[in-house]
Every structure is written in C-alpha cells, then in structure tokens.
C-alpha cells in the first residue's frame, strides 16, 4: 500500500510517475471483484488519464502545479462540476440543471493537478452516518467483504475507494462525523477541519451550520497534504511529543455501550498513550448530555434540510431513499423560533465546553461504539434508526461544537477496524494534526 504522503515524497525525489499510480486507480476502480460499480457515481477515468500524463511532464520539468499534481483523488457526489448535474446519491437530481461552474474544491484540485478519478457514492443527500444507499447501491466495507458490512457515511463511496486502491486520497463532507465514521469503519484515517477553514461554495448543503469539508486517506500525514490543497491556509506542522501531551478523556456520553472490539481496541490505545507518556485525565463533560434534548427533535440539522428540502420532499417523497424522507422530514415540525432557540443554546454550550477543555492539548474518544454491522442487519427500520443515531453520537458532538478531529485506526492488524478520535476546539486544526502524528506513532504496535 503506497499514501498519498509516500506517493508525493516518490515523485519529488524522480522515482516515480503520476501516470502509474493513476493507471492503477482505474485498473482498480474496473476491477469486478472490487466495489467500483457501487462506489462511483461518475467516472472521470480519461479526464484524469490526460491528466496524469500533463503531471508527469511538469514533474519532469520540476515544475509541479503542487505536491499532488497527478495523483488519483475522488470527490463526493454533491460537489459541483461544471456541466453536470450534482446528484448526491439521489435519483432526484438526475434531471437537474447542471451546474454553472465548479465548486471551489474541485477548483482548488484542478489548481493543484490532482487526477479526479471520479465522483463517489454516498448515503442520499448525507443524511445518515451508515452509507447505505437504495438507488445506486451500497458499496461494502473492506472488512469480511463477503459479509457484506456498512461503509458508514455518509461518505461511503470515499472511503471503500480509499480502500480499495481506487484513489489515493479522498474529498468528502461531515456534518456530524460522515468522514470520521466510514474512516473508522474501513480502517482509514479522516480529517475534519473548522468548517470555515474550506470554502463550501458549490457544495449541496445538509446543514449549513454543522457541515464541513474534510479529506479521508491512509494516514495522518497524507490527511494534511490534502487538506494543505484544499484549505484557504495549509496548515504548518509543530513539533510535539507525547510526554508532554495532557489528554481528556469525557466520562459521559462516548464510552458508553462499546461493543467487544471497540473496547479492546480503546484499551490498547489508551495504555499505548500511557507507556508513551501522555497524561491522560478523565473529564466528567456532562454537559455533552444536553445534546440529547437538543437534538431531540431532529435538531438544527432536521431544520436546515427542510428548508432545503421542502418543496421537493412534499412534492416527489417516493423519489426519496425512506429512512432519508423520515429524517427530513422532522424538520418540518421545528418553527423558525426553535431555531433560534437551538442556536442561543449552542452557542452557551460552545463556550462551557470550550472553557472545561482549556487545560487540554486533545481530547480523546472512541469515533464509533461499535464495529460495522452488516446492510442485511439494518434493512428493519427500527434497527436503522438505532444504529443510525449509534454512529453519529460520538462524532457529532465535534461537529455542535464548530471544532476540528481526526479518526485514525487503532485496532491490530486482522481484527476488525475501530477508529481512535482526537478532537479540539474551533481553529486548532495545526496544533490537532501535530498531535495526531504522534499518536499515530505511539500506535505503531497496530502491525
């Protein structure tokens, strides 16, 4: 397995080309006894032939339009191209008005000559952290293939692409944690910045407040380089070390109800954390229940997609993926004044958590309570719901408090993946992904 990380530091030093590892992205993405058919809305395979064999040219000429010039990336499918309609994931949009231009981080990759290789697969309009999708399939998870287990979303097409070697970094969205979770699941790391770090326009919303743009790859430093292309500022790595490092662990909320696997894989890291010398210190946090009541209703999330989504979820709701319609549809019963209302109490919540995680480098947690489950098991929607609002409870705490996490693996190798998660506060992006590497250092025990 070559990173996006090794696959640049290869073409700085002249060892190598972007045509070959862009020519293995689509062998991959055709390969039949691989998911390309239920990973990809839209193929860019010539697109992104030419523009590998452009790339080879300028590194040659050592003259690269970035670090990542050539090589192989996917998009989600709800960031605009120009020309095409943007479906995400659904069957509703096929028929739209294709877009008027790209969306700025499709701009920001044609700047840097990354290889789109194409559009990837996701959970109807992000609305679920699963990844299953009825219209164009689900794509499944690397792990026991044969099983047949959930990708996670929403961005699931992005991480089964990362895994099966049809790209070597992927652009994907989190509104409460669709990077962080199909990450966890596939075994991949994924970054979601500050929201405002990435331009969002052109990008279909789910919820404006909450969504964000982040990147899935194999490791913490590959996550950074592609970041660094798509971010407004690129982040600038610090120099830290563990022993130095003071951690929160929160006591309420996220280490509740891990399955056997998580728990197993958590007591690992967290001992590896210890012999590394980190100081790790459990925090109560109770406020992290109160996101309970707030989201009790379907939230500020269920509000925002029904304004989007009102007119045509009253109009066509049988066009809709069910277990999507049944989430959009509860903003329907949220009044311009709830709105208002869960907003004042985010922002009071915002700043009690900020100030109880002011002593603290990062706080740590578990990205999912459990390992994936297979689409068979969740074809009930009762047990979809329920796993549903399992999968999400970790991660979306980071996205109500507008800051930034990384989801790195932390299980042995063989053993079913689970995501370890570092998260902080809005804009400390830099000092996160510092921390992250040496983290992910100390976990080196993995292999």
């Known amino acids: 397995m070559t990173t996006l990380w090794q696959a640049s530091q290869q073409l700085q030093a002249g060892n190598a080309s972007p045509e070959t590892f862009t020519a293995s992205a689509l062998h991959a993405m ?9 990973v990809f809305t839209t193929w860019y395979a010539a697109q992104a032939t030419q523009q590998a064999i452009a790339a080879d040219e300028r590194w040659k000429n050592q003259q690269p339009l970035s670090a990542i010039d050539g090589l192989p990336v996917s998009i989600k499918d709800l960031f605009d191209v120009q020309g095409e309609p943007t479906t995400a994931g659904s069957r509703l949009l096929l028929d739209a008005t294709p877009a008027a231009a790209n969306a700025s981080v499709v701009d920001r990759l044609h700047q840097a000559g990354a290889a789109i290789v194409g559009k990837t697969n996701m959970t109807e309009f992000a609305f679920s952290g699963l990844g299953i999708n009825p219209h164009y399939g689900t794509p499944a998870n690397p792990w026991q293939r044969a099983e047949k287990r959930i990708p996670g979303g929403s961005s699931s097409g992005a991480a089964v692409a990362m895994a099966d070697g049809m790209c070597l970094g992927a652009i994907g969205t989190d509104t409460g944690g669709s990077v962080r979770i199909p990450a966890a699941l596939c075994g991949l790391t994924g970054f979601k910045p500050t929201a405002n770090r990435v331009n969002q326009a052109g990008t279909l ?3 404006a407040s909450l969504d964000s743009i982040g990147v899935i790859a194999h490791d913490v430093r590959s996550c950074w380089l592609l970041d660094s292309v798509i971010a407004e500022q690129p982040l600038e790595l610090q120099p830290v070390e563990l022993s130095h490092a003071r951690f929160a662990i929160p006591q309420t909320r996220v280490l509740d109800g891990l399955d056997e696997d998580v728990a197993q894989a958590w007591k690992n890291a967290i001992e590896a954390l210890e012999q590394a010398g980190a100081t790790l210190v459990a ?15 379907g939230g500020i999330t269920a509000y925002e997609a029904w304004q989007w989504h009102q007119q045509s979820a009253l109009a066509q709701p049988d066009a809709y993926d069910p277990q999507v319609l049944v989430r959009v ?17 985010r922002k009071a919540w915002q700043q009690r958590i900020n100030s109880a995680l002011a002593d603290f480098d990062a706080l740590l947690m578990p990205t999912v309570p459990r390992i994936a489950p297979t689409i068979a098991s969740l074809e009930d929607a009762q047990q979809y719901m329920e796993v549903n609002a399992l999968m999400l409870r970790n991660t979306s705490v980071i996205n109500m408090l507008d800051g930034c996490a990384l989801s790195l693996p932390c299980h042995q190798t063989g053993c079913a993946p689970v995501g370890l998660s570092l998260a902080s506060v809005h804009g400390d992006d830099a000092r996160l992904i510092s921390w992250s590497l040496a983290v992910e250092t100390a976990l080196d025990w993995r292999s």
């Open 30 to 38: 055709q390969d039949s006894a691989k998911e390309g058919e239920r």
């Open 205 to 207: 919303p789910l919820s």
């Open 283 to 297: 925090l109560p946090l109770e406020e992290l229940d109160e996101l309970n009541s707030m989201n009790a209703r």
């Open 329 to 345: 549809q509860r903003g329907s019963l949220l009044t311009e004044h709830d709105a208002i209302e869960l907003h004042q109490q």
